[in-house]
């Protein structure tokens, strides 16, 4: 059985510990207002610029852009991985690199080639002890994911994808729908030719506008500037995923704090009882021996 001093010192560790959790908490709630606003006020913007082009692309050939043409046959899809690059936020990474795990064995079954990209240290630490290669990587952003990094992001997908080096680009981050719930998200990025139903398409052509310059000089001016906005929102989302998560974290920790605390209380409580008890005993027992 421990002792006093091992529960007592348990007991304090177990304190700090928790006050840790609680800083860390405070921190991660902090950054998550400041994360979701950026994402909240930048998600209607990305929502509408898909929207409108869409609507461009549904009224022009596909074979007008480059970045609209299908490939007819899918040999090399890449896969753009977006984790975190520090850790003590729960499932956050589990989850997507798992996602990640089971969509790279897909592709191999169907015979293809996956190219990888990984975003966070995170994923990229847990694919290099798999041995695998990255096309790109990026890391030490800290969740500080601006417009430059997307476009440096986006301009090597776009120039992977005209060198026919990858015939298809996916995105895989985790979706923020609110404080307790986020969940890992695939989208596709190249080629951008929009994939609707048929009610989604009459919705869409529904909708006319008048352009000026004509549509097919729009999409070549806003289909690069659309993987910007697309990925931008894609990075904002995770960001404020990540901070949602390490404060849900956080706040699970601290109740297992308390927890472990008042458990470690009661058996301290119970060994020091004990101790006493055991103290009296001999007290009482060396006092009957003079008597005798």
Not at 29 to 40: H, P, S, V, Y
Not at 76 to 94: F, M
């Amino acid at each position: 059985m421990a002792t006093l001093r091992d529960i007592k010192r348990k007991i304090g560790a177990v304190k700090k510990t928790r006050q840790i959790t609680k800083a860390m908490n405070m921190v991660a709630a902090a950054k998550l207002r400041g994360a979701q606003t950026r994402m909240e006020q930048f998600r209607p913007y990305a929502e509408k610029f898909t929207e409108l082009l869409e609507g461009l692309a549904l009224r022009t050939d596909t074979d007008i852009h480059p970045l609209l043409v299908s490939r007819e046959e899918v040999k090399s899809p890449e896969l753009i991985v977006v984790t975190s690059d520090r850790g003590l936020c729960g499932s956050y990474n589990t989850n997507i690199i798992q996602t990640a795990d089971k969509w790279l064995a897909q592709t191999k079954n169907a015979g293809k080639d996956p190219q990888l990209t990984v975003i966070g240290r995170k994923g990229r630490d847990y694919f290099r002890r798999r041995r695998m290669t990255f096309r790109n990587q990026y890391v030490d952003y800290f969740g500080n994911y601006d417009y430059a990094v997307a476009h440096e992001i986006a301009q090597k997908c776009i120039d992977a994808y005209l060198s026919e080096e990858v015939d298809e680009v996916y995105i895989l981050y985790s979706e923020f729908l609110n404080v307790g719930v986020q969940k890992p998200k695939m989208r596709k990025l190249l080629p951008m030719s929009p994939v609707l139903d048929e009610a989604e398409q009459e919705s869409v052509q529904l909708t006319e506008y008048l352009y000026e310059p004509s549509p097919e000089h729009l999409l070549f001016e806003l289909l690069p500037k659309n993987m910007d906005v697309q990925i931008t929102s894609v990075l904002l989302e995770a960001v404020a995923s990540e901070h949602a998560a390490r404060m849900t974290a956080m706040d699970n920790a601290q109740s297992n704090c308390k927890d472990m605390l008042e458990r470690l209380t009661l058996v301290y409580n119970k060994a020091r009882q004990a101790g006493i008890t055991r103290e009296l005993m001999d007290i009482i027992g060396g006092a009957e021996a003079l008597k005798g």
